[in-house]
């Protein structure tokens, strides 16, 4: 397995420009994830980017699209909620959200979170979304010692999974704002730079009997280690 391909992250310049994207992993919202283990980058850190491509099957309560952090008064996440909206939230005691009205199902979306504390923004098919909520004004603090972890909640417990299908994450230490247009590169994935880290959730992963090991196209080589998860769970369903 593992015939992936596409080009790698490089450590700097704008990200922009198509390239071969074959596989996404599909999460069955009962117990799948991907954990990528306690990424140190995000600890404490005032400016933060995240780029994802998912595809919403269902949701029946949180399902959760990305997690970091030790508890719901304590981390950073992207979840698509029972209510029909998808909120980026960031908690340090104090609570700030800003979110997405009601993404369609069984459509590809591409999500940009930005946190920086005063002044987040999150766009949604490479438009800024203006619902800004209570806004975010937090500083992260000790989002560490639990696992960051992609299509499920922090720690090992993993519930509140996603349903539904995730290509292309990654994430930045840095607003990407200005680079929407060639990270959402008209609808189709990019080759992004100067990521601390990128996933290609499929593409490049290789199946050890039990699990995918997901590589990491950044140069910090932290791979991601789905659980619960089958072989036929990398699927060619993919964004374009």
């Not at 940009?112 to 002044?119: R, T």
């Not at 992963?205 to 998860?229: E, H, K």
């Amino acid at each position: 397995m593992g015939l992936g391909g596409g080009r790698s992250a490089t450590s700097s310049g704008a990200p922009g420009g198509a390239f071969k994207n074959t596989y996404s992993c599909e999460f069955d919202g009962t117990d799948d994830y991907m954990s990528i283990g306690d990424t140190s980058a995000i600890d404490s850190a005032t400016v933060l980017s995240f780029s994802i491509w998912c595809k919403i099957d269902s949701v029946s309560g949180n399902g959760y699209l990305f997690a970091a952090g030790t508890s719901t008064t304590n981390g950073i996440w992207l979840v698509p909620y029972s209510d029909g909206n998808m909120y980026f939230v960031a908690r340090n005691g104090a609570s700030g959200y800003i979110y997405v009205s009601n993404p369609s199902t069984g459509s590809w979306h591409h999500i940009l979170a930005v946190f920086n504390g005063s002044s987040p923004k999150l766009y949604l098919n490479g438009n800024l979304i203006s619902h800004l909520g209570p806004g975010i004004n937090v500083t992260l603090s000790a989002t560490g010692g639990d696992d960051f972890n992609v299509g499920g909640k922090w720690g090992t417990s993993a519930s509140d999974t996603f349903n539904g299908k995730i290509d292309e994450f990654a994430y930045w230490v840095s607003d990407q704002s200005s680079n929407i247009v060639p990270i959402y590169n008209g609808g189709a994935p990019a080759a992004l730079t100067g990521t601390a880290g990128w996933w290609r959730m499929g593409d490049g992963g290789t199946w050890g009997g039990t699990n995918w090991t997901i590589p990491d196209a950044s140069d910090n080589d932290n791979a991601g280690t789905t659980q619960n998860m089958a072989e036929d769970d990398r699927v060619t369903d993919i964004p374009s």
